[in-house]
T-cell receptor, first 114, second 111 residues
Framework: DAGVTQSPTHLIKTRGQQVTLRCSPKSGHDTVSWYQQALGQGPQFIFQYYEEEERQRGNFPDRFSGHQFPNYSSELNVNALLLGDSALYLC?????????????FGSGTQLSVL | QKEVEQNSGPLSVPEGAIASLNCTYSDRVSQSFFWYRQYSGKSPELIMSIYSNGDKEDGRFTAQLNKASQYVSLLIRDSQPSDSATYLCAVNLRNNNDMRFGAGTRLTVKP
């Protein structure tokens, strides 16, 4: 049973560039959430996708956008990268409708913006 | 006020001691609470979930929940060096699958 997979594992970009991160949820899961984790901090909620729509959104600017595909996989796009966007980006999957169900995390994508 | 707050630590305990980790949350409607463990350079992994007031025990771990005080804690008995990690408190806000995390408490267990 494949867990949550993310790609790429590491990425180096320069300021102003755009980046796309990818996530495949755990088998049987239909909901994908994205988190940003800066060094020494807890994960910060970016947004959540369910049924190919953004269902919840945290306090992140519109430069952060996403998409969910019919197979439940998801992408996170960040435009006009800033130095402060350097962080570990975590994808987590879950099964909707169970109220308070558990999140399963991927290994993350480490983004460095130079 | 932050949605989820943890004592920032770092926390250091000797091997075999009890480690106590604390967390408070702001949203009274929240019903689901979780503790995640994150080793350095790794992603968070779920170690405990708790939904009702009181204690929930799983091996050496005990989660405690007090909804009236909006307080969650994690006790680790007989702490081992392998327990050294950052422990993240997470709260499912309003049961909308919108999980919010505290900043984490870094625990070091010294042999």
């Amino acid at each position: 049973d494949a867990g949550v997979t993310q790609s790429p594992t590491h990425l180096i970009k320069t300021r102003g560039q755009q980046v796309t991160l990818r996530c495949s949820p755990k088998s049987g899961h239909d909901t994908v959430s994205w988190y940003q984790q800066a060094l020494g901090q807890g994960p910060q909620f970016i947004f959540q996708y369910y049924e190919e729509e953004e269902r919840q959104r945290g306090n992140f600017p519109d430069r952060f956008s996403g998409h969910q595909f019919p197979n439940y996989s998801s992408e996170l796009n960040v435009n006009a990268l800033l130095l402060g966007d350097s962080a570990l980006y975590l994808c987590a999957s879950s099964l909707a409708g169970q109220g308070g169900e558990k999140l399963f995390f991927g290994s993350g994508t480490q983004l460095s913006v130079l | 006020q932050k949605e989820v707050e943890q004592n920032s630590g770092p926390l250091s305990v000797p091997e075999g001691a009890i480690a106590s980790l604390n967390c408070t949350y702001s949203d009274r409607v929240s019903q689901s609470f979780f503790w995640y463990r994150q080793y350095s350079g790794k992603s968070p992994e779920l170690i405990m979930s708790i939904y009702s007031n009181g204690d929930k025990e799983d091996g050496r771990f005990t989660a405690q929940l007090n909804k009236a005080s909006q307080y969650v804690s994690l006790l680790i008995r007989d702490s081992q060096p392998s327990d050294s990690a950052t422990y993240l408190c997470a709260v499912n806000l309003r049961n909308n699958n919108d999980m919010r995390f505290g900043a984490g408490t870094r625990l070091t267990v010294k042999p």
